[in-house]
Structure formats: C-alpha cells, structure tokens
C-alpha cells in the first residue's frame, strides 16, 4: 500500500514536468517543417512576389524580377538597349537553390533541362545558359557581355553539397504579365523529388511616372 | 530506478531533442567545407591584382591557398567579403593565403567596389573568364582550398563564415598536413 501510493506520487511528478515540457517542445517545431513545403508571398520592401519550396532537404525560391531592373543591370555590363529589352521581356525571376541539409546529410542535384513550364495549354523548357548562348551567338553580343551574362544565370545542372547553394537569374522565355506552372525536381540521395508551383506570375513591365506634387 | 533518476533521465532526453528538432527547424548548419575525393591538381593561373602585380597560383606552393571565384554584382560573394577580411586578418602570418578572382569584371570596377568592402587580400581579374572554365566552377561564388602540395582539397559552393574557428582550424590542420585522408562526405568535382 505504501509502494503503491509512492509510485502514484512519482507518476504525478512525471506528468507535472514531462506533459508542459512536451507542449512547449511540440509548439517550436515550426509549420514549414510538416506542412505543405510550396509557399508564396511578398517581398515586403519591394512588393515583388515570390514562390518558395522548402522541404526535402532543399530550399528553391523564384522571385520576380521587373523588366527594367534586368535591363538596368545588364546595360551595365555590356548590353545594348535592344539587347537588354530583349531579355528583359523573356521573364526573368531570381533564384535560389540551396541544400538546407546539416553537415553529412545528403548530396542534392537538379537539372534545369528536366523541369517545364506550363503556359497558355503549351508545355516548354526554361532558357538555359546553353539555349541563350545560341541566342546571343545569332545576335552577335560582346564577349565581355556574354561573360557577364552566363556566370549571372543559375546554372543549368548543379550538385549540392549540404550547405552549398547558388543564387542566379532564370528565365521562362514568356511575355510579361505571363503565368505559368512549373514542374520542377531535384534528385537527393537518389531519389527524385518533385514539385510544382502554381499561377507564377511574370512580373509586368510597368514604368512608373514621377508623380506631380503639385496637384 | 528513483524518481530523482527518472526525472533526470526525462529531462535529458527532452532536451536532446529539443536541441536536434531546433538545429532542424532553423535550417543552421556549420560552416562546412567538402573534401574533394582524390584531390586533383589545382589547374594553374597568372593573374593580374588591382594593382597590376602578375599572381601565380604555383607562387603559393607550399602554402594553403582558398581561391575564391566571385563578381561584383553577385549579392552573397558581396556578403562573404567582409568575413574573408576577418579571416585574412587571423591567418596571413600563418603560411596561408586568400586570391579572391573576379570573373569579368574591369580595375575600375573592383575599385569602386572596395570602397564600400574594404580588403587587404589579392584580388585577382579574370577578364575574358578563361581561368573560371578551367576550375569545376557552375556558379558563384565558389571557393576552393589548395593544399600546400598544389592540390585542390576542399570546395565550398555559396558563401561560408570563413572567420568561424573550426573553419579556420581545418585549414591549419591542412596546412600541418594533419588532414591527408578525405572524410566520408568527399565528393567529385563537377565536369
């Protein structure tokens, strides 16, 4: 009886601590890490919008890009107007795409040439580094302009390991304002992952006035 | 087993996965660096600085030497100089070197450039990308560590925390030559 009544009072210190410290440890895993991994949202200090994988061992961001940032860029370093119009109009996002494995996780790869873009009921391919070389070559760009512009581009197929990434430019050969999905996928450890974004929005080329304070 | 040893034991074992579910949860990982199986011979360059002083991978032979690929434009290779700064600070004495190569881009450029990032290391210019093609380069930035025998032994794809001190004490083990056998998570280099 008095064994009995012990091993309740030491069931009852058990609960007290065990059931508070479980709720706290069940509230700090974060949503991301058990929900859907596709995300989208707002940059909140430019109001670009952008679409987000973040699961499986890896992190795939596309962010817009407006036309006239792209060719603000690339006039500085060696385009010609009509040039830099030219791939500023081919829907141009920023990229990310990292390995968020911890030390001695897995190897991550992908293949830009295996992924497509769905538009307007056609199916197509991103413009690569390859596809767009053969573009600049037809249209006799610089060389210093075609150095700036290839190592500017994500590139077409990378191996990760945990912890390394890439930032760089895509493009989805569509005029701006375009939507699309995009199926896309990654190998990891040696198995395949896919997933798709829904409704991307190539970003507009809109140019805004200077407003008139005078009215 | 006593409830004082119970509740120890609970108390160990909750905070052992708090630990791992939050190192999880947040994405953060170590400053790493990727032993390169087999460690194939650095291909060799002659670049100009800045300055116009002509620099010569094989100059460094006997020293470790992180190459480091980057441009101007490239937002993480802007954000890890301030760190490779740090890092140089703590290491030039040390028989160790940094060449930070700039892929494509002018002097004046560069120039302009180190006003807002100040650095006392080399930075070298690969004008017509020549050197680039000849490294497994894919993207920027990319870092490789040369050992002292001319041989790439470590590669880093995407920015580090290069003044981290088990990132630093790696290199020194290089450099020692306490590091000759490449860990499990060796990797090839791309083509």
Known sequence: ?215 | MTANKAQTLLFSLLLMIFTITRSIASGDSPATLHAVADRPMAPEFALADIDGVIHRLSDYRGQVVIVNFWATWCPPCREEMPSMQRAWEQIQDEAMVILAIDVGEDADTIFTFTADYPVEFPLLLDLDSRVIQEWPVRGLPTTFIVDPQGRIAYRAIGTRDWEDPALLDTLRKLHNGQVETPPATSNELPD
């Open chain 1, 1 to 215: 009886m008095i064994n009995s009544s012990h091993a309740k009072k030491q069931r009852t210190q058990y609960h007290r601590i065990a059931v508070p410290l479980l709720s706290l440890l069940c509230g700090l895993i974060p949503a991301a890490s058990v929900g859907n991994p596709v995300n989208q949202g707002t940059v909140p200090e430019t109001g670009l919008h952008f679409w987000e994988w973040r699961g499986q061992g890896a992190l795939f961001r596309l962010t817009q890009r407006l036309p006239d940032q792209t060719r603000a860029f690339f006039m500085a370093r060696g385009f010609g107007s009509k040039d830099a119009d030219f791939l500023a109009r081919n829907c141009v996002f920023q990229t990310l795409f990292e390995n968020t494995d911890a030390a001695g996780g897995a190897t991550l790869e992908y293949d830009l040439d295996a992924w497509t873009v769905h538009a307007q009921g056609t199916a197509q391919g991103l413009l690569t580094r390859e596809r767009w070389s053969d573009i600049w070559e037809a249209r006799g760009l610089s060389q210093a302009a075609r150095i700036a512009f290839e190592w500017s581009l994500l590139p077409t197929r990378q191996r990760y390991q945990p912890a390394d990434y890439n930032w760089g430019m895509t493009s989805f050969g569509l005029e701006p304002g375009s939507r699309f999905d995009l199926d896309f996928s990654y190998q990891r450890a040696g198995t395949r992952h896919n997933g798709r974004f829904e409704g991307v929005e190539c970003p507009p080329d809109v140019h805004p006035e200077p407003q008139d304070d005078r009215k």
